[in-house]
């Protein structure tokens, strides 16, 4: 392409120096992609990897995740027309002059006098982007940068950035997408950032911030997600935030968070997701919150709660996943839940709620995964949760659940493990489940459960683990389980089998621990080591 060519589409040769600049600092030659980055200044600026041109000044240098390393030259700020700046995932240990911390004088971040002194302009465009994420950075943030009112977009995160957040960039007014997570930030949210009153997006996750949840950023009311999990915040959920109506996602968990579940925040009308888990609150479930009727998913894992499940939150018709394990819960499983049909993930276990399994649960035909273990529960496994057709993973353990398992469950062929041990379960096991093909895990151990090993479970082929200890179980162990190849663990000890272990076992070359204790089961010699068998056979 010729010169004059070049002129007539582009029109930003006259950036080439600054640009070359760039291409030196930051060791180009080792770029993953230095397509069309030139040695003439006549080249085209424009067909340069990464690099825009308006017709007249460069616009935008987009060069993520391209191997840049090194410090950005200071000459690269008289780039004075540039909106978009993105230099994510790369190696660079600073973005201003060559230093290694953030200060006034030396910093990896260039404070707004530094620039001033390079250029009028270059970050007072109407709009402005600045991605460095995931990079080398070192040092603060600098307060300086409060004079960048015209910034819209700023990511900073997966650095190794500290110190504290400066109250002054409550002044980026026009700011609308902030991120500083996973970096090193310690102190506390600053009440001034309240007045980021665009802001959409605010993540602070993965850092050391600690002090309380500020009543002030109520009114940031354009949030819609707020993601500040895994610091060391403490004190109480300000029912100030009940007017962020317009958030849809609020993560919170890890935390020290203390006080109640804030009845007000029901009036967050447009929540879908929040999570709270590891934290230490305390009081119980609000009712009230029955009006987030947009929330798909509620995390409050292990977050110190009390009291009972609220049948009113049967209103929340488009919850996803629900997790309420290891907590404090009492009473009973609504039957009212029924009307969570969209439900995928209900995790209540570890838990002190009683009663029986509400057979009218199975017109949540959307579950996934249940797990209600380790609770008071008692009374028998619904037949009527046959139509729980999507179930992957089943867990009902440590329970006082008695009856027989039902026949009916067969149609649940989505299954992959099925937890069921330490109840007092009775009756024979259903040939039926033979159609679990999809099983790799199946515990029923520690029941009362009686009868033969049906030989038809040799279709259950992805199983790997097979528990049936102390049961009261009989007869002899069929050849066909001989089929099941992808076994490790069989676990049939303190039952009543008797006879001889079936030869064709030998065919189980990957089972490396086998259990047999407490039967009347004899062996031949040969079948141990014609299994390849380098876990325990345990016959005491």
């Known amino acids: ?62 060069l993520h995740e391209n191997s840049l390393a090194g410090t950005l030259p200071l000459s690269f700020w008289n780039l ?42 270059v970050l007072g465009k109407p709009t402005m982007y600045l991605f460095v994420s995931y990079n080398s950075l070192t040092g603060t943030l600098p307060p300086q940068w409060s004079n960048m009112t015209q910034l819209r977009t700023l990511s900073l995160q997966g650095s190794r950035l500290s110190g504290t957040l400066p109250l002054e960039w409550g002044d980026m007014t026009q700011l609308r997408e902030l991120y500083l997570y996973s970096n090193t930030f310690v102190g506390t949210l600053p009440p001034q950032w309240s007045r980021m009153a665009q802001l959409s997006e605010l993540y602070l ?23 500040l999990y895994s610091n060391s915040l403490s004190g109480v959920l300000p029912s100030a935030w009940s007017k962020l109506t317009l958030l849809t996602d609020l993560q919170l968990s890890t935390n020290s968070l203390s006080g109640t579940l804030t009845p007000q925040w029901s009036n967050m009308s447009s929540l879908s997701g929040l999570t709270l888990h590891y934290n230490t609150l305390s009081g119980t479930l609000p009712t009230e919150w029955s009006g987030m009727t947009q929330i798909s998913v509620l995390d409050l894992f292990a977050a110190g709660l009390v009291g009972t499940l609220p049948p ?21 499983l ?5 009307n969570m049909r969209l439900l995928s993930v209900l995790d209540v276990s570890y838990n002190p709620i009683h009663g029986t399994l509400p057979p009218e649960w199975s017109n949540m035909t959307q579950l996934t995964v249940v797990d209600v273990s380790s609770n008071s529960l008692s009374g028998t496994l619904p037949s009527e949760w046959s139509s ?24 649940m062929t989505q299954l992959n493990t099925l937890y069921l041990y330490s109840n007092s379960l009775t009756g024979s096991l259903p040939y039926e489940w ?76 990957l089972l490396t621990e086998l259990y047999l204790w407490s039967n009347s089961l004899s062996i031949h010699h040969h079948h141990h080591s014609s299994t390849g068998l380098r876990g325990p056979v345990s016959f005491a």
């Open 1 to 62: 392409m010729s010169t004059a060519q070049s002129a007539g589409m582009c029109g930003c040769q006259h950036r080439y120096s600054l640009l070359m600049d760039l291409y030196t600092a930051t060791n180009g030659a080792g770029w993953f992609n230095n397509s069309g980055w030139s040695t003439t200044p006549s080249a085209c600026v424009t067909g340069w990897y990464g690099v825009t041109c308006d017709g007249s000044d460069v616009t935008v240098v987009a």
């Open 205 to 227: 996750y993965q850092n050391k911030l600690n002090g309380t949840l500020p009543p002030e950023w109520s009114n940031m009311t354009e949030l819609t997600s707020l993601q």
């Open 388 to 411: 729980m057709t999507q179930l992957t993973d089943l867990s009902m353990t440590t329970n006082s659940l008695s009856g027989s398992l039902p026949s009916q469950w067969a149609s």
């Open 80 to 121: 004075t027309n540039l909106t978009t700046l993105d230099f994510g995932i790369n190696a660079l240990s600073g973005i201003g002059p060559s230093a290694n911390k953030f200060d006034t004088a030396n910093s990896p971040l260039p404070p707004r006098q530094q620039l001033q002194r390079h250029t009028a302009s």
């Open 334 to 338: 609504p039957f009212q839940w029924s």
């Open 312 to 332: 009113e939150w049967s209103s929340m018709q488009k919850m996803s996943r629900l997790y309420l394990q290891q907590n404090l819960l009492n009473g009973t």
């Open 434 to 509: 033979s159609s679990m093909t999809q099983l790799t895990n199946l515990d029923l151990s520690g029941n009362s459960l009686s009868g033969t090993l049906p030989p038809q479970w040799a279709s259950m082929t992805q199983l790997t683990g097979l528990y049936l200890q102390k049961n009261g179980l009989s007869g002899t162990l069929p050849a066909s389980l001989a089929n099941l190849t992808m076994l490790t663990i069989l676990s049939l000890g303190s039952n009543r089998f008797s006879g001889t272990l079936p030869a064709e076992l030998s065919r189980l070359t």
